[in-house]
């Protein structure tokens, strides 16, 4: 009987990158929603804004590189890009700021290293830190959410494109704001602050950042459900905050170091955890290696949170373990087919 020999991979359904990567986008809808009810139509702006910058460089560069443009435009890499550096941005953020990290991200974090396959680096969170070290006071300053005092609304549609686009809101001089993050980094270890600040008090977490990571934790389990990731990442990058978060809380000073929902439930957190560290370029690939990839990036989000300079970290633990990923698939790999134990680090290979 004559018998078919094809090569792998061996796929039980169809499937292609831009396929992928529009459930992703579909799986940040529900985050998109919650925040423009919290801070306004700012999200929408910069997501539409990132969107359009990030196609003409892509298409700029392709026809630079004499790619075909629309074969790559369909992969959807770039718009994936752009909508997870808009998500993490502030919504009053200056046009010019999405703009500038937005083409960062696509011309020197993707395209100089190769296109899409070929970047060592989460090309979103390389964009993010550079509009962090470079224009810190953009990067810092969020509106304050919806319904955190009873004077608080949300920006309206014009209200927004006036800020993004002018800096300035028609009868309004001034605004500030600050997420629970940095304020708990502001005033830890002054009980009489931290208890009488609203933004601090939400229902679990920190008011408005509680629901806005709710709902990337839906879009992540939508993800893991439709097979875009594994759990692997997500799971063990939670655990570790979830331990460092319960261990410094509860056995050291509960002043100084927040709970363990404020930690899962404030700022990038689940994000990061779904959407941003399960990069499939730049994440360790090996089951075992995910979980310690993951796990790394926990650590130092804590770790950064606690001790750094910045009162979320996100961005620099995943571009840290981007760096480490390679060596932690070295000494994870798996067991191949016909060896009675996996290859580990420099073992001799039989």
């Not at 969107?51 to 790559?72: D, G, H, M, N």
């Not at 993800?223 to 261990?247: D, Q």
């Not at 000073?253 to 499939?280: C, R, V």
């Not at 979980?291 to 130092?300: D, M, R």
Request: hydrophobic fraction near 50%; charged fraction near 10%; proline fraction near 5%.
């Amino acid at each position: 009987m004559a018998l078919l020999n094809v090569t792998s991979p061996h796929l039980h359904k169809p499937g292609n990158t831009g396929a992928f990567m529009r459930q992703v986008i579909y799986a940040t809808v529900p985050g998109i929603a919650v925040l423009t009810h919290f801070f306004g139509w700012g999200t929408l702006i910069n997501t539409v804004l990132a969107v359009l910058t990030a196609l003409a460089c892509e298409a700029a560069i392709l026809k630079i590189r004499q790619k075909p443009i629309a074969f790559y435009l369909n992969d959807y890499s770039a718009v994936v890009t752009a909508l997870l550096l808009a998500l993490a941005i502030p919504p009053s953020s200056p046009w010019w700021l999405t703009v500038v990290g937005t083409s960062f991200a696509i011309v020197v974090a993707k395209h100089l290293y190769g296109g899409l396959g070929m970047n060592p680096f989460n090309p979103a969170m390389i964009g993010y830190v550079l509009l962090l070290i470079s224009f810190p006071k953009e990067m810092t300053t969020w509106l304050p959410a919806s319904g955190v005092t009873a004077s608080t609304e949300a920006l309206n549609l014009l209200q927004s494109l006036q800020l993004v686009f002018t800096g300035q809101i028609s009868g309004v001089d001034a605004f500030s704001g600050a997420t629970p993050l940095d304020t708990f980094r502001t005033y830890a270890g002054q009980p009489e602050v931290l208890d009488t600040n609203a933004v601090l008090h939400g229902l679990m977490a920190g008011y408005g950042w509680e629901w806005v990571n709710v709902a990337f934790l839906l879009g992540g389990i939508y993800l893991i459900w439709r097979r875009i990731i594994t759990w692997h990442i997500p799971v063990a990058m939670l655990a570790a905050i979830f331990f460092l978060s319960g261990f410094f809380n509860t056995a050291v000073d509960a002043d100084n170091y927040g709970s363990i929902l404020f930690h899962l439930l404030s700022g990038g957190t689940m994000l990061g955890a779904f959407f941003i560290a399960t990069d499939p370029v730049t994440a360790a690939t090996s089951a075992k290696g995910k979980l310690v990839y993951g796990a790394g990036i926990g650590i130092l989000v804590y770790v950064i949170r606690s001790w750094g300079g910045y009162p979320d970290a996100v961005a620099f633990s995943v571009l840290l373990m981007n760096l480490a990923a390679p060596t932690i698939d070295y000494y994870t790999q798996p067991r191949t087919y016909g060896h009675s134990k996996p290859n580990k680090g420099l073992a001799k290979r039989s």
